[in-house]
């Protein structure tokens, strides 16, 4: 049997440990509140900063979409001017029309009659016909045409230059040089639209045979015209 001190001895352990147990219990529950309490403030910090990401993608969203319809826009305006400049370009650049005919088929002239220059000297844009004596437009412009007659000695002639529509010039030769025959030329402009046809009519002229010298080695009788500029 344990003596009474003993037994004393045994109590005062026994107290001690129950109360380093219950402290150590104590200690325990107050570090789980601590954590517990670090891990809900962690939480909520994760929570704003998620909070604080999602409105800065948002942001970023935003400004990308914003820049990105900038640039289509840019991209549009782009495109337009590109269109613009190729416009321009296009309607700076005339078109090369012209032509140049001579050798008349008729020494003779009577009120009415058209004048037919049989030889195409050059023809860009292929507007002359020899059979008929006509030239057509290939587009809408300003042109310009002369004609040349060498004029038989002491002959006269009215005539014109026109179209369908409008006379574009109306003039007179008269060779007064005596012996000696001479070239007169006329000019005329007018503003025409595409596929019109232009040619030289007589009006009223001398009469007899050989109205218009026809020795081409020596001047030519021609009727020539050019697109000056286009028009849209």
């Not at 700076?92 to 195409?120: H, M, Q």
Request: proline share 2%; charged share 20%.
């Amino acid at each position: 049997m344990y003596s009474r001190s003993a037994c004393l001895f045994l109590a005062v352990v026994g107290l001690f440990c129950l109360s380093s147990a219950a402290d150590q219990f104590v200690c325990n529950i107050s570090y789980d509140d601590k954590m517990m309490e670090k891990m809900i403030a962690t939480q909520v910090k994760v929570e704003h900063m998620v909070k604080a990401f999602s409105k800065a993608e948002d942001r970023v969203t935003t400004m990308l979409d914003n820049f990105k319809q900038m640039l289509d826009q840019q991209n549009e305006k782009h495109d337009a001017l590109k269109r613009e400049i190729a416009d321009l370009k296009d309607n700076a650049i005339v078109p090369t029309v012209a032509f140049l005919a001579y050798n008349l088929n008729d020494a003779s002239a009577e009120e009415g009659d058209r004048l037919r220059f049989t030889v195409k000297h050059f023809d860009v844009g292929s507007g002359y016909e020899p059979l008929t004596g006509m030239y057509t437009t290939p587009v809408s412009g300003v042109y310009q045409f002369t004609v040349q007659l060498y004029i038989a000695n002491g002959q006269w002639c009215f005539f014109h230059i026109r179209s369908k529509d409008k006379i574009i010039m109306k003039t007179v030769f008269y060779d007064d040089a005596g012996s000696h025959y001479g070239t007169q030329t006329a000019v005329g402009t007018a503003v025409l639209d595409a596929n019109t046809k232009v040619w030289i009519e007589t009006e009223k002229s001398s009469s007899g045979n050989d109205f218009f010298f026809p020795h081409q080695h020596r001047a030519w009788n021609s009727f020539s015209g050019v697109l000056i500029n286009t028009i849209n």
